[in-house]
């Protein structure tokens, strides 16, 4: 009968001393997440390697250890980056994979780099470095789209088109004007990625396990050298903070509502019944029982990717909730969600930017359907207030009762004649017929982000300046 000091698992050769036997399958399974933070290889060596230059500055460990411990990393990441590596789950995650293939390549002199540090914070600061990375990407992408809308908003500052509320036409815009909405909105997502970017840029690595290390380590050497502004402040904190995933999640959320709801303007406008635009081929799919349809696949699943990136941010959330200071298991739940957003995020950008730059806008059905549904009805009704001197009130009455003439002639207002508008308000003359255009409409509206091709191209310069 096996005795219980006799297992033939070895223990873990990081963390094993105590331990008689090794984990359970199933404990190898859970705890292990090689699966997913080898991703974080890059950023996991060099962190390691601006510590052990820091250890060997500060006298903690000899130069001559700390070059071999950098010639080795620098041999692991080419390993790992030409796929010459072999992962294993038994070592759990990224921060032993890295130092035991260390041991292999150069011997004791591996063991000395994990001196005053612990993988409390050298998770913190890899997943930092990467999330930094990812914001900055995010940044430039958001550029590239916002650099699209540019493009559009300018080839259509006077292309008119129904503007809607309720779905419903309320008054005519341009197009260009619509566009402009958009960079507006992705501007304030990249206004987010950069202040978050500034909130994080602080350097976890020497909080140690969670009090700070007894060993002269220099925190403001690391920071600098892994380009962070200054270390953290609060060793406690540090280890236990993933703020800067939260934060990163919820940017990706609100960018990801505005292209979903970018992503269901093109699903509708992209339909026979509105066909406001076309989608290139190049982002658009057949279907394999009827010929004619050509459906909007990549706006539909970036209208779906939202919904997978809110749940990254509400798992997140959740797995923070409640949890105690510092460090605990738990939190190495934070990385999957992270990764999983980012690619949606970015392959969400990428399919939009491409779908707004080809997409064909079929300015004559948008200016057509900006006519039809009353549209010029407010220009009316303000044409009272201005050249009869109107309160809006009464207007707005008048309108009305000149809009349901012509409903129920089934026409529009500027075809009705002058004798049926003169018969609703005697004041009416045939100076009227200027506002009822929807040229006339749109080109009147100066006010400061107003909708006028004079104002739209005001704010196209604003944010050419800023691009
Ligand atoms: N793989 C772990 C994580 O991602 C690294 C930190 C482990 N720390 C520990 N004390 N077990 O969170």
Known sequence: MAD???DTKSSNQMWGGRFA???D???????????????LFAQDIRGSIAHATMLAHQGIISAEDKD???????????????????????????????EARLATLIGPAAGRLHTARSRNDQVALDFRLWVKEELQKTEQMLTGLIAAFLDRAEEHAESVMPGFTHLQTAQPVTFGHHCMAYVEMFGRDRARARH???????SPIGAAALAGTGYPIDRHMTAKALGFREPTRNSIDTVSDRDFAIEFLSIAAIAGMHLSRLAEEIVIWSTPQFGFVRLSDAFSTGSSIMPQKKNPDAAELVRAKTGRINGSLVALLTIMKGLPLAYSKDM???KEQVFDAAESLELAIAAMTGMVRDMTVNTARMKAAAGSGYSTATDLADWLVREAGLPFRDAHHVTGRAVALAESKGCDLAELPLSDLQAIHAD????????????ASVASRKSFGGTAPSEVRKQIAFWRARN
């Open 196 to 202: 978050a970017i500034e909130h994080l840029d602080e």
């Open 25 to 39: 399958a199933i404990m190898e399974e859970i705890n292990a997440s090689i699966g997913f933070d080898k991703k």
């Open 428 to 439: 009416i003359t045939d100076k009227v017929y200027d506002v009822l255009t929807v040229e």
């Open 68 to 98: 071999k411990i950098v010639h080795g990393l620098n041999t692991i990441l080419s390993e790992i980056e030409s796929g010459n590596f072999e992962f294993s789950r038994q070592l759990e995650d990224i921060h032993m994979n890295v």
């Open 4 to 6: 219980d000091t006799t």
């Open 332 to 334: 190495q739940e934070d």
């Open 21 to 23: 036997s090794g984990p």
